[in-house]
Each structure stands twice: as C-alpha cells, then as structure tokens.
C-alpha cells in the first residue's frame, strides 16, 4: 500500500532553513507528482506547491516563491522541502501529498522560535 | 487564484442525520475537485475525486456531486466516526487551493 514517511519535528529559530524529507512506498516513485501542503496552529490548510519526480519539474505557490525549494532523490524515492528565513509565521505542520492529494504523509511540526 | 468558498463553516447535528456541505468555486473547474476529512492531530484524508468518485474504504454514506463552480459532499447518515472537519480543494488551475473547511460536530 501507498505509504508517506515524513521526517521528525524541528525547532529552528528566525532566520534559519528547515528541510522536511518525505519517503515513499509502494507505487512506482516517478508516477506521482508530490506536494506540499502545510496547516498552521488552528488554521487551515495551504498548498505549498508541487514536484514531478520523473523531471524534478517544480510549482510554486507565489507566497513562498523565493523561499520555498522543492527536490527529489530517485534513488531513494524521497522527496525534500527547504524552507528558508523562517518567521514565527512559519510555525506549522507540513505534509507531503501524492498525486491528485490522494495520500498523505503523517505531517512534520516545524517549530520556529527564538 | 482560484477561490473556494465552503458553507457552512460549521454545523452541528447527530448521528444518523443527513448532512451536506457546499464548496463554491470563484470560476468554473469543470470536476477537479476533492474533498477531504481531518481529524484533530491527524492528517487530512481523501474522501471524494474529480468530485464524486469516492475513494477506496471510504464508506458509501459519503458522496459527492456537482460540476463547474457548485459542488456538494453529502453523508446520507451521520456516524460517531464521521465528526471531523471537511476541506474542498480545486486542482483544475495552478495554484491548488482549498477551501476554509466545515467543522463538523455533535449537537
């Protein structure tokens, strides 16, 4: 079956970089695009963007553009999102979803606080 | 953008009601539109695809209609599993975007 391995909870303080690893099974890697979707404290959810596998091809929601990177490792089907300059703002739970959102990794809290 | 509007924001009823939730589209996505259950804690679920196909395990009580910019999620009699709250989302234009959600409680 489909399944999204997320990396642990982070803590970073302002102005750092966060990458959250996504590690998938059980269907062929490069069928699926990824996205990203994060849900802040109580709030709710926001697509991030998107990456094909097969190319590395990446979207971008506009508010992160410039912040926000999106890689693949084919060798290990894992996907990666960097966030960059952190603020508070970006305290959150990030998921990583496959193909049209139908499965979800188990979410990863990014922490940021000085 | 896109805007998904979802109505009501929240509701409550009790088990075995019927229940329908409504998602508004601000331009038409033909049928790109899924809907999704959350659990506190937990990461959202896939319920329903290209608006009414309903995912594998996902009970019959749940489905989905509509096309365009009107789009319904209907759960024909409410069980005690069922309390959550419910996303929209549109996936016919870059960027994908969801709706607010309906929280879904117990009266």
């Known amino acids: 079956q489909v399944q999204l391995v997320q990396s642990g909870a982070e803590v970073k303080k302002p102005g750092a970089s966060v990458k959250v690893s996504c590690k998938a099974s059980?269907?062929?890697?490069?069928?699926?695009?990824m996205h990203w979707v994060r849900q802040a404290p109580g709030q709710g959810l926001a697509w991030m963007g998107r990456?094909?596998?097969?190319?590395?091809?990446?979207t971008y929601a506009q508010q992160f553009q410039g912040r926000v990177t999106m890689t693949r490792d084919t060798s290990t089907s894992t996907v990666y999102m960097e966030l960059t300059s952190l603020k508070s703002e970006d305290t959150a739970v990030y998921y990583c979803?496959?193909?049209?959102?139908?499965?979800w990794g188990q979410g990863t809290l990014v922490t940021v606080s000085s | 953008d896109i805007q998904m509007t979802q109505s009501p924001s929240s509701l409550s009823a009790s088990v075995g009601d019927r229940v329908t939730i409504t998602c508004r589209a601000s331009?038409?996505?033909?049928?790109?539109l899924a809907w999704f259950q959350q659990k506190p804690g937990k990461a959202p679920k896939s319920l329903i695809s290209?608006?009414?196909s309903l995912q594998n395990g996902v009970p019959s009580r749940f489905s989905g209609s509509g096309s365009g910019t009107d789009f319904t999620l209907t759960i024909s009699s409410l069980q005690p599993d069922d309390f959550a709250t419910y996303y929209c989302?549109?996936?016919?234009?870059?960027?994908?975007?969801f709706g607010q959600g309906t929280r879904l409680g117990i009266k």
């Open positions: 979803a496959a193909g049209r959102l139908d499965h």
């Open positions: 059980g269907y062929t890697f490069t069928s699926h695009d």
């Open positions: 990456i094909d596998p097969r190319g590395g091809s990446t």
């Open positions: 331009q038409g996505i033909s049928n790109y």
């Open positions: 290209v608006a009414s």
């Open positions: 989302l549109q996936y016919s234009t870059s960027p994908i975007t």
